[in-house]
């Protein structure tokens, strides 16, 4: 596949995460640092993801300069088992159709989840294993990850990493925001006045 294709694919599904991730419970999520250390990626792929909303922060999206992305729990075990799925040599396509799968689901189902993947598809693997079966008799090659495994050992990391407060960062956005757009003093209009005043006599 091109990377003409590939970008067509990943711009197809663009704003679909992010209406599965949305959470008006969440009060407080973690900081891009944070979710790089944790998922083991780097800023470059969580930039990407964002900019691509293929992860984007459902705590607190970026909104311009000064602003901070806070991502959620459920945020941040997506990406770990997105790392885990590229490192298995999965390509992004795919890998973005496994978090568009894994997005549908609540924090408690992705504990108990495994997941199979053929390369075209992703099913949850079923207690009786048809899905798993189904997948084989395709021919093509398949794997499974243990979801509720990555999703445990990202909740026992991030519990000793710091939360941030959401009214927070959003009250300093406001702040910058405000700041950004303040009118010109009533010193600058007088400065102004008295240069054209020297300049025409």
Known sequence: MTQSQSD??????QGELFNFSLSADHASGYRGSVAMKVAGITYRQL???????IIEP???ASSGSGSRRLYSFKDIAIM????????????????TTAIIFLNRYSEERLRNMTIICDGQSVQECDENQDNMR???ASGLAVFAIAVGRIVSRVEEDLSSENSVDATQVEEKSSKSTRKS???????TSSNSWSLVQETWG
């Open 181 to 187: 757009y303040s009118k010109p003093t009533s010193h």
């Open 47 to 53: 930039d990407y993801w964002a900019r691509k909303s």
């Open 80 to 95: 770990a088992v997105a790392k885990r799925l590229l490192d298995a040599g999965v390509n992004l396509v795919n890998v």
């Open 8 to 13: 067509n694919v990943i711009n197809a599904v």
């Open 134 to 136: 189904s997948m084989l």
């Open 58 to 60: 459902s705590i607190h």
